[in-house]
DNA sequence: TTTTAATCAGACAAAAACATCTGATTTATA
DNA sequence: TATAAATCAGATGTTTTTGTCTGATTAAAA
């Protein structure tokens, strides 16, 4: 089965997009992230600390702890949540899985996929999370 | 990590494109196939088969068997084959990893998702392995 | 007709991804 | 200061994907 981001890398987004969702709410525990979102919690709280190791997000640890954004979510672009769980293959590797493929020696897909792949580049660093926030809600509210 | 098709899917596509680059020549062996590509013979050979079973291409059994196109190359379409080997989900499953995410109930990025996926899928539906069957082999060249 | 060389089918093995568990550490509050 | 509630770190378990092996079947050629 193909995929495009790993399920650490979808609940990753999810959670930040939930986190700027509660603006002016202080911190948020990893149980309420995995209520909400209907997630296990222990699997959610392990993608929390590598957003938190790549300073997208913010920890406060012991009682009354929990998770906020580390900036502005006018400053958090989709792209930095992708590269720091996924990482930059899907950006660079081959798309029919040849090695060193690249515009000297292209695989036959090179150029046609190029197109599609920097296109999608584009989008997900030019999108912030500040543009998705406030349509996580209502995406919440349909889970319940 | 992130991934667009699997390896057998991948491997799969290398291969049709493969058979396609030999016109000409009747039938080729699964061996062929695997020493040409630099790839493992009875993995090539398991996902042979299941292009087999799509009518993508077809087999000879016993000595001097082996596979050929199973039609035209300018009636092959890339998406024929990443259908066959690892179905509709990319095209279908929600970016995010939500259930259920369609116009009606959207995740946050469905919007600028289906667009990207739209034009993805019409590539994959427009090109076909005629299209790209010469550059086969000047990469295979660049694996000696 | 026997041998040889190929695909086919299904079981098996290894690696990676996904998910959970346990115990340590931290910090607010009674 | 003791307790409770949270993150953190690392080990462990499970599932899926990737890759290999074995034996059966098929068909060409000696």
Redesign the interface.
Known sequence: ???????K???G??AV?YLASAEGRDIISSEEIANELKIPKEFISKILQELTASRIIASKKGKMGGFSLAKNPNKIH?LDI?LAI??S??FSKC???????SSE?????HA?WSQ?ID??FK?LSE?TIDN??N??L??IE??K
Chains 1, 2 share one sequence.
């Open positions: 089965m193909a995929i495009i981001f790993s399920r890398c979808e609940l987004i999810q997009l989709l992708v996924d990482g293959d899907i798309v029919l899985g040849f090695p060193h493929c020696t292209p695989c036959p897909m046609t599609l296109e999608t989008m999108e998705y926030k349509k996580v209502r995406k349909s889970l």
